[in-house]
């Protein structure tokens, strides 16, 4: 099995900076892809971003610019640098992990979640 464990979210102002983090363990033989997703209340949980083990990335629209997906492969974790974050920002993220656990083979792992408020 495999845990995700997320930090760094909370109150922002607009145009301000955050940094979330993600943190995975377990029996882990390799992670793929990693992602933040997040759901706005009454909403759906959309993509944020994502990036795999070489590096590649993929944004929403709506964050591209502003938003930088790393990770650090050592250390089985993925960052989300909110820059510039608005209101419409405002939803809990949650990180996804996708690959391969010793013993259980393939995972698709989520974090309990995130609280990220952006005022006005």
């Known amino acids: 099995q495999v845990q995700l464990v997320e930090s760094g979210g909370g109150l922002v102002q607009a145009g301000g900076s955050l940094r979330l983090s993600c943190a995975a363990s377990?029996?882990?033989?390799?992670?793929?892809?990693m992602g933040w997703y997040r759901q706005a209340p009454g909403k759906q949980r959309e993509l944020v971003a994502v990036i795999t083990s070489v590096g590649s990335t993929n944004y929403a629209d709506s964050v591209k610019g502003r938003f930088t997906i790393s990770r650090d492969n050592a250390k089985n974790m993925v960052f989300l640098q909110m820059n510039s974050p608005k209101p419409e920002d405002t939803a809990v993220y949650y990180c996804?992990?996708?690959?391969?656990?010793?013993?259980?083979?393939?995972?698709?792992?989520w974090g309990q979640g995130t609280q990220v408020t952006v005022s006005s």
């Open positions: 377990g029996r882990i033989r390799s992670i793929n892809a």
């Open positions: 996804n992990a996708q690959g391969q656990a010793y013993y259980t083979g393939g995972f698709s792992s």
